[in-house]
């Protein structure tokens, strides 16, 4: 497989193609990635080959614990939606925990580099937290750099001064890394100074569910059951009651691959994340992909559509 321009992959992104996926997740922390892993089983844009597991911060509790709830929260979707879709566990600790820059070897990674190895076509690394597992993957095999593209939720949008973003920071070296690398990367940002931009508006109240239709085990789950697990949860701003309002800021991943079309994008040389969490512009550099706008109404209706056909 020849290596791919950010013009030809962008293209490729607009295609009809089938694309062939890795979903790497943080699914025990929050409130949003179980929508994005459905999304992803359930849309016909999608071949979902495999779940990574994915670390993040929490006070009660260390990284490897962490990365075990999110295991534990993969298999509860795949037991719930009734498939088989393998799940890997992921690094137990950040690279940013090392003294020197090197891989957190795991299941997860080690599925990257297989997968990226055996295709004989681009496979699509669609990361929801921290970047941990992929980063690791590419410092192990630098040959996959060439054959995946990573579609990545995190950072600020750059009309904010700071980058000090939750999925970054839980591994702001692996971040580091796969932005210097030169892997083919979509970056999808979150808060901007303006909420019609980034995927901080993606915001639902409880009624939103409701437009889920199926009866199915999945149906039920993502329409009744999980919203009302979050009914005392401080996550994405506000607190249970008639208030009840989440970010389901992971969509806008999967939503890139089944509806090009509700997004804009721009083709950019990578930024600079300085040490002292700043960006930083070098325009020398690599070129991504950077997620300019989305339709967040759009982006909804596609994952609920998806969750019928389960």
Known sequence: MAKMTMEQILADIRSDRVKKVILDNDAGCEFDDQYAIVHAMGSPKIELLSLNAALYACDDYPFDVSQEHSYDANMRIVNITHTDYPVYRGASNPISSLPEIGPMDSP???????????????IYVLVTGAITNVASAILMEPAIKDKICVIWIAA??????NNDEYNLMNDYRAGQIVL??????????TFSG?????TASLVSTKETFQAIKSNSDAGVFFRETWPAEFDDSPYSYTHGGSDWRRIVWDIAVTGILTIPDSYTFSIIPAPVFTDDVQVAYDSTRHKIIYMDTM????VFADVFAAIDRI
């Open 194 to 198: 303006d909420p019609k931009l980034g």
């Open 295 to 298: 339709d967040p109404k759009a």
């Open 108 to 122: 997860a990674a080690q599925n990257i580099i297989k997968t990226a190895m055996e295709a004989d076509e681009l």
């Open 156 to 161: 600020n949008c750059f009309d904010l001064p």
């Open 180 to 189: 210097n690398c030169g892997v083919p990367l979509v970056l999808v940002p």
